[in-house]
C-alpha cells in the first residue's frame, strides 16, 4: 500500500507542477518582465511536449524495470523543479519546464500498470482510482495552495515546495516499489487484447476530454457572465467541483472492476447531460453550481474508467497503449481549450457548454458503438473469446480488504 501512495503522490506532484503556471500568471510575467502570454506558453508548450513524447519514450525504456525507471524519473523532476526555481530568464525556465515534461511524459505512460501489478486483477479499476486521485487532489488542494504561497512568498517559493516534495515521494518509490522487470506480472499486457476497441477507446479519449476542457477552460467567465454570480464566488465554485471530482474518482474504482465499459458508457453520459443541463439552465445560479459538481465528478470517474479498460484492452504491452491514451488525452486538452476558445469568441461563454456538450455526446455514441465491433479474430487452436461487453460485466470475486494482493 505504501509504494501505491507514493505513486499516488507522483501523479499529485505532476499535476500540480503542470498547473502551477496558470495560478502564478502575473507574478511569473512580472519578475521575469516578459507578457503573461509568454508565461502561459509555458503551459501550452509542456502540453505538446508530453503529447509527442508519451509513446516513444516509452517504447525506447521498454527494458528498464519500473523501480529504477520511475524513481530516476522522480528524481528528474525534483532536478529540474530546482532549476526552475533559479531560472532568472524565460528560456531557461522553459528549458526546465520541458525537462520536467519529458519526465512527466513517460511517468503517466508507466504508472498504471506499475501500479496494477501490485494488486490481484480483480482490482485494477480501484487501483487505477487511488493512482489518478493523486491528480485530483492536486488540483484541488495543491495548486490553490502553490498560488497562495505564491502569491505571499514568491512564485518560485511554489515550485521550491514542489521539489521538496518530490524529495519525499522519490524515496517512497524508491524504497517501497518492488523491483521487477517491465514485461513479468499480470499487468504487463491486456488480459483480452483488441485492438479494434483500444483505438474506440483512443478516440472516446480524445472527443470526451475534449468536451471536458472545452466547457472547463471558459467556467470562470460563464460562472460571472450566464449564472451571473459574483467574481468572488469562482473559487467556492472550483473547490466543489474538485471535491466532486476526487469523489466521484474514488467511487468509480469498484464499479470500473465490475464493469468498465458499463462504466465508461456512464460517465460520458453524465459529463454530457450535465454540460447539456449547463447550457439550459446556467442561468439559474444553484443549478448551475449543481452541474459544474456533477460535469467535474463525471469527467473524474471517465478517466478511471480510461485506466481500467487499457489494461484489459490493450493490443500489446499495456505501457505502450497507456503512452498512446496518454497522448490522446493531451490531444484533446490542447483541441479542446483551442476550440472553446473559437466558441467563446464568437458565440459567447454560454456556447461554450453546448460545445461540450456535443464533443462528449459524440463520443457517447462511439462508446455505444462498442457492442456492434466484433470479437477480435481466434488464433488458430484457440476459443474463439466473449465479446468484450459480457466478459467485463463479470463481477470479481470480491475481497476480504480493500487491496489486498
Not at 533559479?86 to 505512460?109: K, P, Q
Not at 518509490?173 to 483500444?198: K, N
Not at 483512443?202 to 472527443?207: D, G, P, Q, R, T
Not at 466547457?215 to 464566488?233: D, K, R
Request: charged share 10%; aromatic share 6%.
Amino acid at each position: 500500500m505504501g509504494a501505491l501512495i507514493g505513486l499516488a503522490g507522483g501523479t499529485f506532484l505532476y499535476t500540480a507542477a503542470e498547473a502551477l503556471p496558470i495560478g502564478l500568471l502575473l507574478p511569473m510575467a512580472v519578475d521575469l518582465a516578459v507578457s503573461p502570454s509568454q508565461v502561459g506558453m509555458l503551459v501550452t508548450v509542456y502540453g505538446a511536449v508530453v503529447m509527442v513524447a508519451s509513446v516513444p519514450l516509452t517504447a525506447l525504456m521498454r527494458k528498464v524495470p519500473r523501480r529504477r525507471l520511475l524513481s530516476a524519473l522522480l528524481a528528474g523532476f525534483v532536478v529540474s523543479n530546482a532549476i526552475t526555481v533559479f531560472a532568472s530568464t524565460l528560456t531557461m525556465l522553459m528549458a526546465a519546464r520541458i525537462a520536467t515534461a519529458v519526465t512527466h511524459a513517460l511517468f503517466w505512460a508507466v504508472v498504471v500498470p506499475t501500479a496494477a501489478e501490485l494488486f490481484r486483477p480483480g482490482l485494477h479499476g480501484r487501483v487505477v482510482a487511488v493512482v489518478f486521485a493523486g491528480g485530483n487532489v492536486a488540483l484541488v488542494l495543491g495548486v490553490p495552495a502553490g498560488t497562495w504561497l505564491g502569491q505571499r512568498a514568491g512564485w518560485r517559493a511554489s515550485f521550491l515546495a514542489v521539489a521538496g516534495l518530490g524529495v519525499i515521494v522519490f524515496a517512497m518509490v524508491a524504497w517501497l516499489l518492488p523491483s521487477t522487470g517491465p514485461l513479468q506480472g499480470h499487468a504487463s499486457r491486456g488480459r483480452t487484447p483488441d485492438s479494434c476497441r483500444f483505438w474506440l477507446l483512443v478516440a472516446v479519449a480524445v472527443l470526451s476530454t475534449a468536451g471536458a476542457i472545452a466547457a472547463y477552460t471558459y467556467i470562470a467567465l460563464f460562472i460571472t457572465e450566464v449564472s451571473g454570480l459574483p467574481a468572488s464566488s469562482i473559487g467556492t465554485v472550483l473547490l466543489a467541483r474538485g471535491v466532486a471530482s476526487v469523489l466521484g474518482i474514488l467511487a468509480a474504482g469498484p464499479i470500473v472492476d465490475r464493469s468498465p465499459w458499463s462504466a465508461l458508457v456512464a460517465t460520458v453520459a453524465l459529463q454530457c447531460m450535465a454540460l447539456l443541463g449547463l447550457y439550459a439552465f446556467g442561468h439559474q445560479p444553484a443549478i448551475a453550481i449543481v452541474l459544474i459538481a456533477i460535469a467535474g465528478l463525471g469527467f473524474a470517474a471517465f478517466t478511471a474508467a480510461l485506466g481500467g479498460l487499457v489494461l484489459q484492452v490493450a493490443p500489446g504491452r499495456s505501457d505502450l497503449a497507456a503512452a498512446t491514451l496518454s497522448a490522446a488525452v493531451n490531444v484533446g486538452i490542447t483541441g479542446g481549450a483551442f476550440l472553446g476558445g473559437l466558441t467563446l469568441g464568437s458565440h459567447g461563454a454560454h456556447s461554450t457548454m453546448l460545445l461540450g456538450a456535443v464533443l462528449a455526446a459524440v463520443a457517447l455514441t462511439l462508446t455505444l458503438g462498442e457492442r456492434l465491433v466484433p470479437p477480435p479474430r481466434r488464433k488458430h487452436g484457440t476459443a474463439t473469446p466473449e465479446p468484450v461487453s459480457r466478459r467485463y460485466s463479470r463481477p470479481t470475486r470480491p475481497s476480504s480488504e480493500p487491496f489486498s494482493s
